[in-house]
């Protein structure tokens, strides 16, 4: 199942499968289809696994062993990718809260993310290549601009799977946080990034805009009561 919480214009989209270690089946796409749905008015956006076990752990083959022709398997790909591509195109902040491992197309779901951060103990990986196949819901696209083009045929080629350590150096996880208190370090991150000013800075950081567009989106900020509000306590501060 998928779950979905909605709190302070943070919207949290939780897989909670854990007989199939919160793999991804077609009934699962059409939960994570509708929670998008209903997350679209958030300001930012966080997916994330039940549990320390799994972030998720790719598609479940248990279930997606029923789908034999090359049209199916392209459909199921493509219903996949497109969901993959909502969540990297959600106007806000997005967070990839990764508690547990994220294995093949767990991997591709993580980098659909803005961020990703990670407990101390996961590991992460497209290992897609040990089943003979390839990443096919948009990861090696993402994969390629985060880490470069060659590191990314490295990794996906292989296989290779990878500590949250080498993660973090080499680019692929943004933050790495004890596995103590993990649950609730992500959650602060997150909701501190569900503000208008963050909506504000995705656009800046992920797109070139216009010299005139970027300082219209400052300028509306500025005129805002939160940003006086925030302005007079440092002004009281100095006085």
């Known amino acids: ?34 929670a998008l749905d209903v997350a679209e008015g958030a300001t930012a956006l966080a997916v994330t696994g039940a549990g320390e076990k799994a972030f998720v752990s790719g ?8 789908l034999r022709t090359e049209d199916e ?17 959600f106007p806000g902040p997005v967070v990839a809260a990764l508690g547990g491992h994220a294995l093949g197309g767990g991997a591709e779901v993580a980098v659909a993310a803005d961020i990703r951060i990670a407990a ?14 390839v990443p096919a819901w948009g990861g090696a696209e993402r994969l390629a601009r985060l880490v470069g083009p060659g590191r990314a045929l490295l990794l996906a080629g292989t296989g290779r799977v990878l500590d949250a350590a ?14 103590a208190g993990f649950a609730g370090a992500w959650r602060e991150v ?8 963050g909506r504000e800075i995705k656009n ?5 805009r216009p010299p005139r ?18 302005a007079e306590k440092v002004m009281s501060r100095g006085k």
């Open 1 to 34: 199942m998928v779950e979905l919480e909605l709190q302070d214009g943070l919207a949290v989209v939780t897989i909670d499968r854990p007989h199939a270690r919160n793999a991804i089946d077609l009934a699962t796409m059409g939960e994570l289809e509708k």
């Open 59 to 66: 598609g479940d083959l248990k279930e997606l062993a029923r």
């Open 73 to 89: 398997a392209a459909g199921m790909a493509l219903r996949m990718r497109a969901l993959c591509d909502r969540i990297a195109a």
């Open 120 to 133: 101390e103990d996961i590991r992460i990986g497209f290992n897609q290549t040990k089943l003979a196949i």
């Open 166 to 179: 080498e993660s973090e150096r080499l680019g692929l996880v943004d933050l790495v946080l004890p596995r």
């Open 190 to 197: 997150a909701r501190a990034l569900a503000t208008a000013q």
């Open 204 to 208: 800046l950081t992920t797109r070139t």
């Open 213 to 230: 567009e970027a300082a219209a989106a400052f300028a509306r900020l500025w005129v805002s009561e939160e940003h006086w509000e925030a």
